[in-house]
């Protein structure tokens, strides 16, 4: 059994994916804006495990997305061979990041902001 997709609760999924597929450099799966939909993928693996963009517009979906946002939580975790080169590529693009690389005792972590209302966490181990 393997992931094929999963989702991500996002405030418009038009505007976010431009961000996810023209900032980050995901590739487009599936793009049906009049329907609001959204899928993408990794560039480094488009036939890999695929991300909704989902809207956000029902109360439990928005509460869950704002709450993990005010406290600081990311959402989903991306990983990155080389995190310093990634980093300066996303800032250079206009990322706002939340907390620049850190070694941590598993790795080496950022966060930054989706600009849909999500905090992403960038890891390498």
């Known amino acids: 059994m393997k992931i094929g997709l999963t989702s991500v609760f ?3 999924p038009i505007e ?6 023209e900032v980050l450099g995901f590739v487009k ?3 049906v804006p009049e329907a609001y939909l959204a899928i993408v993928a990794s560039p480094e693996e488009p036939e890999g495990t695929s991300l909704l963009l989902e809207p956000n517009n029902n ?3 928005k509460t869950y997305q704002e709450g993990l946002f005010a406290s600081g939580l990311p ?3 991306f990983t990155a061979g080389d995190i310093y080169k990634e980093h ?7 990322v706002v990041f939340r907390k620049e ?3 941590t005792d598993y790795g080496i972590e950022a966060i930054f902001e ?5 905090l992403i966490q960038l890891h390498q181990f």
């Open 10 to 12: 996002v405030h418009n």
């Open 16 to 21: 976010a994916y431009k961000f996810y597929t």
């Open 29 to 31: 799966k599936m793009y």
């Open 59 to 61: 109360p439990i979906a």
């Open 75 to 77: 959402v989903i975790v």
């Open 88 to 94: 300066e590529r996303l800032k250079n693009k206009g």
């Open 101 to 103: 690389p850190t070694k």
């Open 114 to 118: 989706d600009t849909c209302g999500n």
